[in-house]
């Protein structure tokens, strides 16, 4: 049997109320097995942000269910700590790479440990050996202004990585780049869904690089359309 990374159950999120109210989330389930890459499309205003927001714990939905790896972290309430259980567990990309400006490459991954109490040795090394995998060695050391859009983008995809989650969330992480530089990205988290065993879920708009993903979503108006 596979691992599941993911599973969402029957999951609401109304924003508003009376005539502005928007049902963002209207019943949506869906699933993730470990060491599978899925995209979730759809129109803008389908409500895909609120659900990657809802699944990585960054915004309560309404009611439903979420398990991530085999632990169920919400049920019509949060179950868990879950500013331990992101930390742990979960890991985000978004449009831009939000690095800290007065952190180089690898202090920029290495932070991401070290808030999580793997020390300063550890911490390092791992860093060192998740920039060498996106091919960024010779970079390390440099500052995020010294990087190009991608090797931002991967420098923000190793850090994300950095303390192994079951789940990898992604926002349109592609969007800021030219298409070759975003076929490589989607390529990388494909390569990381398949080698770390991570469930890997990712927002996207480009249709170019398509044909990476293992499972295809369609949102539309708050709900999953088609799963492929
Ligand atoms: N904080 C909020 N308050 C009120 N309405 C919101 C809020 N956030 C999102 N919405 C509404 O919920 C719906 C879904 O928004 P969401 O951002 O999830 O869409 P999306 O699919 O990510 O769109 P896009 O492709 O443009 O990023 C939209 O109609 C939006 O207007
Ligand atoms: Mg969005």
Redesign the pocket.
């Known amino acids: 049997m596979k691992h599941i990374a993911l599973i969402a159950e029957n999951l609401y999120k109304t ?2 109320k009376g005539n502005t109210v ?1 049902h ?1 989330l209207n019943d949506v389930s869906l699933t993730l097995h470990a060491g599978e890459i899925a995209a979730l499309l ?10 990657l927001t809802s699944l990585g714990l960054i915004q309560q939905p309404d009611s439903g269910k979420i398990i991530i790896g085999n632990e169920t972290v919400f049920n019509d309430g949060y179950k868990t700590d879950i500013r331990a259980f992101r930390r742990n567990h979960i890991g985000f990309v978004f449009q831009k790479a939000n690095l800290l400006p007065f952190l180089s490459a690898v202090d920029n991954v290495r932070l991401a440990m070290e808030i999580n109490d793997v020390s300063g040795k550890a911490a390092k090394k791992k860093a060192e050996e998740l920039l060498a995998k996106f091919d960024l060695s010779e970079r390390k050391n440099f500052m995020p202004k010294e990087l190009s859009g991608g090797q931002q983008q991967r420098v923000a995809i190793a850090r994300a990585l950095a303390n192994t989650p079951e789940l990898l969330l992604a926002d ?1 992480p592609t969007a800021a780049l030219d298409s070759v530089m975003g076929r490589k990205v989607m390529e990388l988290l494909k390569q990381v869904a398949h080698e770390h065993n991570t469930g890997v879920l990712v ?1 996207t ?1 480009d249709h170019r690089a398509i044909d990476v993903f293992d499972r295809i979503y369609v ?1 539309e108006d ?1 709900k999953i359309k088609a799963p492929f």
């Open positions: 924003y508003g928007v963002a759809g129109p803008s205003g389908a409500g895909k942000s609120t659900l349109e927002v708009h949102m708050g």
